[in-house]
């Protein structure tokens, strides 16, 4: 579901004299629907730099990235889009909060975009922020006063609203109490028993057992290691 094959990746750091950092030389990956991979390595190494290549964010310099069927280096920008409205979930630590949406619609508008009815989409988002333990009364608020922990819920209610075939977490778990992390390890496991290729970085070492059955440690693809 996820190739990642001989991949190496630079910064260029245009505006400070043009340093070079090189962070990935051969990286490879393999995630199997139904599997979950823990991407680890002390800090620096890399992990999100892999995992915003895996979601198109970054080009890499060198070898291919397979999501989903779709050949990344060769994919146009409306392949890129459409792979992440259908195919592709994304679950970060942070919200990008657009002012004045209310929470249940910043969860229920990925549905809306692949053209879902407006009723079963704001119930399903209602039954998700439910799950998440979202207090009722800031359903219809916008989350830009949210706490973290509560941005972090609508966040991720929204990552798995749809049942994306791949799903890329970043810290899913990072600011919950342990209820809602047992909700979210429970979501995650769910989304795997139905054939979901996962991939993340879980610091939380808990919520990594419990979920991850594998782990790639990325430093062995630093260029000091190559
Ligand atoms: N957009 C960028 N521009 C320039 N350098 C970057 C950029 N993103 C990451 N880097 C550099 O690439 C290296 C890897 O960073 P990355 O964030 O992928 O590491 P990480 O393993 O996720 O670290 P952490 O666990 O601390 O979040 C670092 O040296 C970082 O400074």
């Not at 094959?5 to 910064?11: I, R, W, Y």
């Not at 629907?33 to 800090?43: K, N, R």
């Not at 919200?95 to 399903?124: F, I, N, W, Y």
């Amino acid at each position: 579901m996820i190739r990642v094959d001989n991949v190496s990746k630079d910064f260029v750091l245009h505006a400070q004299g043009g340093a070079v950092i090189p962070v990935l030389r051969g990286a490879q990956l393999l995630v199997a629907a139904g599997e979950c991979v823990a991407l680890t390595g002390a800090s620096g190494s890399g992990k999100s730099t892999l995992l915003r290549l895996i979601q198109g964010n970054y080009a890499p310099g060198a070898g291919m990235i397979e999501v989903a069927g779709l050949d990344l280096a060769t994919a146009s920008p409306r392949q890129v889009s459409a792979l992440r409205r259908d195919r592709m979930g994304y679950v970060s630590q942070f919200l990008r909060v657009v002012p004045r949406v209310p929470a249940l619609d910043v969860v229920a508008e990925p549905l809306l975009t692949l053209g879902t009815d407006e009723a079963e989409a704001r119930d399903k988002a209602a039954d998700l922020l439910g799950r998440l333990n979202l207090p009722e009364r800031l359903w219809s608020l916008s989350p830009t006063t949210f706490s973290g922990g509560e941005q972090q819920r609508v966040n991720i209610a929204r990552g798995f609203v749809h049942p994306y075939p791949v799903l890329l977490l970043d810290e899913p778990t990072a600011s919950l109490d342990p209820v809602n992390r047992a909700v979210v390890i429970a979501m995650m496991q769910e989304a795997k028993a139905r054939g979901a290729a996962l991939v993340g970085i879980f610091h939380d070492a808990e919520a990594r057992s419990a979920i991850a059955d594998r782990e790639v440690d990325v430093s062995v693809f630093a260029p000091e290691a190559a």
